[in-house]
């Protein structure tokens, strides 16, 4: 299928901690994770997180944590794809979805080697890239264009939040919709 389900999606933040956040400079990405967050929430949908260093580069924005779906776990991590962190991949294997919505920072290093990588283990792979940052500009768009050679699908907030959604009877219709406005 190439459009995402609800019942069969995995929201998976990458790093949109303080210090990356504060080297961007871009709200942005910020106000769009927030959207998806909260839109998860709404159709729930489960949430996981990472941190890398967090001693170092800070914990998860705290307008993003505000937002998060109650049972939302987040993981340390050092390693730039998170799968290969010890007990990474069982734990997005235990949520039993087949599609992985993945979005962060930086979208050149950390979303581009964990969406890579998922795609390697089967997973059906969907970067927001609105959700998505790097310093660079370049390095944003070589991310972007080095994923979709990967097999990764390249969306936007729109376009996943009325992917779930699938039509103006659902009952959140009211609610995502507002997100948008």
């Known amino acids: 299928m190439n459009t995402l389900s609800s019942q069969d999606s995995l929201v998976l933040i990458i790093d949109i901690q303080e210090k990356l956040v504060a080297a961007l400079n871009k709200d942005v990405v910020v106000s769009n994770a927030v959207k998806v967050a909260t839109a998860a929430k709404l159709l729930g949908i489960p949430v996981l997180l990472t941190e890398q260093y967090p001693k170092g ?22 390693y730039f794809n998170a799968l290969l962190e010890d007990g990474m991949l069982d734990k997005i294997k235990s949520y039993g979805k087949k599609q992985i919505v993945i979005f962060g920072i930086e979208t050149h290093i950390c979303v581009y080697q964990t969406a890579s990588a998922l795609v390697e283990e089967g997973f059906d792979v969907y970067v927001i890239k609105d959700a998505c940052a790097s310093r660079n500009k370049y390095e944003f768009k070589q991310g972007i264009d080095a994923m979709a050679a990967n097999g990764v699908k390249i969306s936007c907030v729109e376009i996943a939040l009325f992917d779930w959604l699938k039509g103006a009877k659902n009952p959140k219709f009211k609610e995502v919709q507002a997100l948008i406005k």
């Open 57 to 78: 580069l800070g914990s998860t924005v705290q307008s993003l944590q505000n937002v998060l779906p109650e049972k939302s776990e987040i993981v340390e991590k050092t």
